[in-house]
């Protein structure tokens, strides 16, 4: 009697389920914690990349400015006067155009395309 008092209440097979529920629920948690540390990686990955594509889109288009800039006419001629440059506007008559003819190639100046 004396021996029932203080024997285990908790049965074998109890004991062995608790275990096997402690260990289901420490790998679902580090399982968790494995993916969720990868989804945050790739979310990190995929701002920098945004990142990355909007500065080189700023770029692009900072460079297409500057080049309309820099070949813009009436901004050549403004920056050739000021430097001085003896480079000067042609006249239409001294441009030629090349024409591919049948018989080869043939240049024509603008002066016989007028006549």
Request: proline share 0%; aromatic share 6%; net charge positive.
């Amino acid at each position: 009697m004396i021996r029932s008092r203080y024997s285990s209440r908790i049965s074998f097979a109890f004991l062995v389920w608790m275990v096997v529920f402690a260990i289901l629920a420490a790998s679902g948690g580090v399982t968790y914690s494995v993916l969720k540390n990868r989804q945050v990686a790739v979310r990190t990955e995929t701002e920098k990349l945004r990142r990355d594509t909007a500065l080189c889109n700023m770029n692009a288009n900072q460079y297409r400015s500057k080049t309309n800039a820099l070949t813009n006419r009436w901004d050549m001629r403004e920056r050739l006067e000021q430097d001085h440059s003896q480079l000067r506007d042609i006249d239409r008559s001294q441009i030629e155009i090349a024409r591919a003819l049948r018989t080869g190639m043939a240049r024509l100046t603008s002066a016989a395309l007028h006549q």
